[in-house]
Protein backbone atom coordinates (compact mmCIF):
# COMPACT_ATOMS: atom_id res chain seq x y z
CA UNK A 1 0.00 0.00 0.00
CA UNK A 2 1.45 3.60 -0.55
CA UNK A 3 0.33 5.91 1.88
CA UNK A 4 -0.41 9.38 1.28
CA UNK A 5 1.74 12.74 2.31
CA UNK A 6 0.46 15.72 3.23
CA UNK A 7 1.52 18.71 0.55
CA UNK A 8 4.01 21.48 1.56
CA UNK A 9 2.43 24.54 0.92
CA UNK A 10 4.78 26.15 -1.57
CA UNK A 11 5.05 23.41 -4.32
CA UNK A 12 6.15 23.69 -7.36
CA UNK A 13 3.88 22.10 -10.91
CA UNK A 14 6.18 19.01 -10.62
CA UNK A 15 5.45 17.96 -7.06
CA UNK A 16 1.97 18.63 -7.74
CA UNK A 17 2.00 15.64 -11.19
CA UNK A 18 0.05 12.81 -11.03
CA UNK A 19 1.20 9.78 -9.19
CA UNK A 20 1.45 7.91 -13.08
CA UNK A 21 4.09 10.61 -14.42
CA UNK A 22 7.46 11.07 -13.41
CA UNK A 23 9.57 14.52 -13.32
CA UNK A 24 12.19 14.84 -15.02
CA UNK A 25 14.76 15.25 -12.07
CA UNK A 26 13.64 12.86 -9.70
CA UNK A 27 13.37 8.81 -9.76
CA UNK A 28 10.09 7.32 -8.63
CA UNK A 29 9.80 6.80 -5.21
CA UNK A 30 7.05 3.64 -3.47
CA UNK A 31 7.02 4.57 -0.10
CA UNK A 32 5.40 1.73 2.51
CA UNK A 33 3.33 2.21 5.41
CA UNK A 34 4.56 0.76 8.38
CA UNK A 35 1.04 -0.54 9.16
CA UNK A 36 -0.75 -3.48 7.31
CA UNK A 37 -3.85 -4.60 7.37
CA UNK A 38 -4.30 -8.69 7.63
CA UNK A 39 -6.12 -8.60 4.31
CA UNK A 40 -3.41 -7.13 2.74
CA UNK A 41 -0.85 -9.31 4.15
CA UNK A 42 -3.33 -12.71 3.28
CA UNK A 43 -3.29 -11.69 0.05
CA UNK A 44 0.57 -11.33 -0.41
CA UNK A 45 1.02 -14.48 1.26
CA UNK A 46 -1.72 -15.97 -1.33
CA UNK A 47 0.18 -14.39 -4.52
CA UNK A 48 3.50 -15.31 -3.32
CA UNK A 49 2.16 -19.26 -2.90
CA UNK A 50 0.48 -19.15 -6.40
CA UNK A 51 3.62 -17.63 -8.08
CA UNK A 52 5.83 -19.89 -6.38
CA UNK A 53 3.27 -23.22 -7.26
CA UNK A 54 3.28 -21.88 -11.11
CA UNK A 55 6.96 -21.80 -10.84
CA UNK A 56 7.31 -25.30 -8.93
CA UNK A 57 5.16 -26.87 -11.69
CA UNK A 58 6.64 -25.57 -14.71
CA UNK A 59 10.11 -26.09 -13.58
CA UNK A 60 9.25 -30.03 -12.98
CA UNK A 61 7.42 -29.90 -16.41
CA UNK A 62 10.69 -29.02 -18.24
CA UNK A 63 12.79 -31.53 -16.20
CA UNK A 64 10.33 -34.71 -16.74
CA UNK A 65 11.40 -37.04 -19.27
CA UNK A 66 8.95 -39.02 -20.79
CA UNK A 67 8.73 -42.89 -19.58
CA UNK A 68 11.35 -45.52 -21.48
CA UNK A 69 8.26 -48.47 -21.27
CA UNK A 70 6.66 -49.86 -24.20
CA UNK A 71 3.19 -48.07 -25.66
CA UNK A 72 0.22 -50.24 -25.18
CA UNK A 73 0.70 -50.88 -29.25
CA UNK A 74 4.22 -52.58 -28.63
CA UNK A 75 3.69 -56.02 -27.37
CA UNK A 76 5.94 -57.02 -24.11
CA UNK A 77 9.26 -59.17 -25.20
CA UNK A 78 8.85 -62.61 -25.27
CA UNK A 79 9.53 -64.86 -22.37
CA UNK A 80 12.82 -66.80 -22.21
CA UNK A 81 12.77 -70.42 -20.73
CA UNK A 82 13.58 -71.05 -17.09
CA UNK A 83 16.89 -72.30 -16.21
CA UNK A 84 17.42 -75.89 -15.15
CA UNK A 85 16.02 -76.76 -11.59
CA UNK A 86 18.70 -76.84 -9.04
CA UNK A 87 20.25 -80.81 -8.42
CA UNK A 88 22.31 -81.14 -5.20
CA UNK A 89 24.23 -83.80 -6.70
CA UNK A 90 24.88 -81.74 -9.70
CA UNK A 91 28.10 -80.88 -8.37
CA UNK A 92 31.72 -82.02 -7.88
CA UNK A 93 32.00 -85.40 -6.21
CA UNK A 94 33.15 -84.98 -2.46
CA UNK A 95 36.55 -86.25 -1.53
CA UNK A 96 36.92 -89.44 -0.88
CA UNK A 97 39.47 -89.45 1.48
CA UNK A 98 39.56 -86.83 4.72
CA UNK A 99 41.06 -83.38 4.05
CA UNK A 100 44.84 -83.19 4.27
CA UNK A 101 46.49 -83.35 7.20
CA UNK A 102 49.21 -80.76 8.34
CA UNK A 103 52.26 -80.80 6.52
CA UNK A 104 55.76 -80.42 8.37
CA UNK A 105 57.65 -77.14 7.63
CA UNK A 106 60.53 -77.82 5.69
CA UNK A 107 63.71 -77.31 7.07
CA UNK A 108 64.92 -73.89 7.67
CA UNK A 109 61.23 -72.79 7.07
CA UNK A 110 59.04 -70.28 9.19
CA UNK A 111 57.29 -72.06 11.65
CA UNK A 112 54.93 -70.13 14.18
CA UNK A 113 54.47 -72.56 16.79
CA UNK A 114 58.03 -72.04 17.61
CA UNK A 115 57.45 -68.19 18.12
CA UNK A 116 58.98 -67.31 21.93
CA UNK A 117 56.32 -65.35 23.74
CA UNK A 118 57.91 -61.96 22.96
CA UNK A 119 57.72 -62.39 19.48
CA UNK A 120 53.93 -63.20 19.47
CA UNK A 121 53.34 -60.07 21.31
CA UNK A 122 55.27 -58.23 18.91
CA UNK A 123 53.69 -59.79 15.97
CA UNK A 124 50.69 -59.45 17.92
CA UNK A 125 51.46 -55.33 18.88
CA UNK A 126 51.99 -55.02 14.78
CA UNK A 127 49.04 -56.41 13.62
CA UNK A 128 46.56 -55.03 16.13
CA UNK A 129 46.16 -51.70 15.01
CA UNK A 130 45.40 -52.17 11.28
CA UNK A 131 42.88 -55.09 12.15
CA UNK A 132 41.37 -52.96 15.01
CA UNK A 133 40.60 -50.20 12.29
CA UNK A 134 39.15 -52.95 9.96
CA UNK A 135 36.84 -54.39 12.79
CA UNK A 136 35.82 -50.74 14.00
CA UNK A 137 34.80 -49.44 10.32
CA UNK A 138 32.88 -52.25 9.62
CA UNK A 139 30.62 -52.00 12.59
CA UNK A 140 30.12 -48.58 11.61
CA UNK A 141 28.96 -49.27 8.30
CA UNK A 142 26.93 -52.01 9.91
CA UNK A 143 25.59 -49.19 12.02
CA UNK A 144 24.79 -47.03 9.16
CA UNK A 145 23.19 -49.64 6.79
CA UNK A 146 20.20 -50.32 9.49
CA UNK A 147 20.41 -46.53 10.66
CA UNK A 148 21.61 -46.18 13.86
CA UNK A 149 24.66 -43.92 13.86
CA UNK A 150 25.53 -44.41 17.31
CA UNK A 151 27.10 -46.66 19.44
CA UNK A 152 24.85 -47.59 21.89
CA UNK A 153 27.13 -48.19 24.58
Do not use: C, K, W
Not at 72 to 89: F, M, N, R, V
Request: glycine share 6%; net charge neutral; aromatic share 4%.
Amino acid sequence: PVATQAVPADTTPDALAPAGTASADLPPVQRFSFRRSHRAARTTAAALASVTAATVADNLSRLHTPSSRPGPDEPPPPYSDPPPPYEAGAGSPPPDGPPPAYTAVPEGGFDPRELTDFQLDELVHRIIGRVTRLVRTELRMDRERIGRLRDPR
